[in-house]
């Protein structure tokens, strides 16, 4: 069961959630479900969030913001105050100070003048300079409270800027109007409910345990552009030395070991990191960095094609080694190749492929190394990266292929069994399919959408 999870506040967020998340993420505190849709299928569920009216109304929002304006700008006249004490008292440290540099000066001088060197003064001088001397900690703590107070004037400043900014917006908009967005945005969910899957991943739960089989390496999945009333699912176990395919009609089948047909491949794979995507299945051919498109309907291998410069045969594999160089995985937008090369220095390069020729369509280089990766997955175009195949993983760094930009992140992703050897990804069922030290596990994914107030898709 997939469910659609939308979250309006005053700035729009949008959050989807891979599955129906009723047990375990409820709306804030002060928030109040405003409408739900259902799909065709009665599959999804939409929920439309939107802040409790008092909390939104315009007046105590406005009233709320007023008492922080007023309150900041009763601490900046306190720090105004406090800063011109402050300065005033610098002016004298300063003067002070440069008083003990003349007196210490003079004090050489008669130093070294012997001749007019008298005892008594001599004395008295040094008793003075050893007093001045104490007072040395004392200018110092002055000159730091002084870049203290003005370093506290800018942020007040900065604070006070981003209030009135915020003043502004709040009261552009009124209940009623955030209402029309709400009712908009239900209806634009109703009609693109397939096309609003994307979103950035925030949490990972899970997984359960679907079957406990096979060896320690492997990789399971199923066609993320099969029909609705297609679940076949596909087995194909260890990284090394197979070549058989198992095909299951269902989960449950799956589950119970009743094979609908088994696929003798032509050549052997390498590695765990397979997809089947629209009825093909598409792997990397063992010592090579060839890649194979294996159609399941004609049992026939349609294409293969070299991927230029991609590393092979654990030259940059994952941490985990098994000749998982080259990652085939499919999103919303197709089918990618994860790979790297020697002119990338090892480190992750994104290929975007044509899923008929797998000829190269676009490619970016990434910073991350492939050999520091214990896992890769895409979401939307984005490449979110593990970093480590062991307990205690999590997914550490993404690449955005829309704007070419990276970012690291800290989502936490329960290894149970120990030991990862395959994660990918299904746009279909939104769920990350694992192979977790010979146990087949689902995780599944919480993406956020962010939507523009502007945004009218
Ligand atoms: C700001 O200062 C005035 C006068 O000192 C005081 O009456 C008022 O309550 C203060 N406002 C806030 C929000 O602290
Ligand atoms: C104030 O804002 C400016 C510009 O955004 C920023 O460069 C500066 O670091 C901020 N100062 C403080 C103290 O936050
Ligand atoms: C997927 O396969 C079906 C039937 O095999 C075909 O009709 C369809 O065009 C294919 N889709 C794409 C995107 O190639
Ligand atoms: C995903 O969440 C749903 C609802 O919370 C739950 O029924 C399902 O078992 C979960 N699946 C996984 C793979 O965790």
Redesign the pocket.
Known sequence: ?RALFVVLKPLCFLALF???????IRPKEGWQVYSSAQDTDGRCICTVVAPEQNLCSRDAKSRQLRQLLEKIQNMSQSIEVLNLRTQRDFQYVMKMESQMKGLRSKFRQIESNRRTLLTKNFQELKGKMNELQLLIPVLEQYKTDATLISQFKEEIRNLSLVLTAIHEEIGAYDYEELQQRVLGLEGRLRNCMNKLTCGKLMKI????TVKTSGTRFGAWMKDPQASPKNNKVWYMDSYTNNKIVREYKSVSDFVAGVESRTYNLPFHWAGTNHVVYNGSLYYNKYQSNIIVRYSFESGRVMTQRALESAGFHNVYPYTWGGFSDIDLMADELGLWAIYATNQNAGNIVISQLDHLTIQVLNSWNTEYSKRNAGESFMICGTLYITNSHLTGAKVYYSYSTKTSTYEYMDIPIHNKYFHMSMLDYNARDR?LYGWNNGHQ????VTLFHIIKNDDES
Do not use: D, R
């Open positions: 069961m891979g599955y129906c998340p009723s047990a375990t739960t899970g997984p359960i769920a596990v689902l995780f599944n």
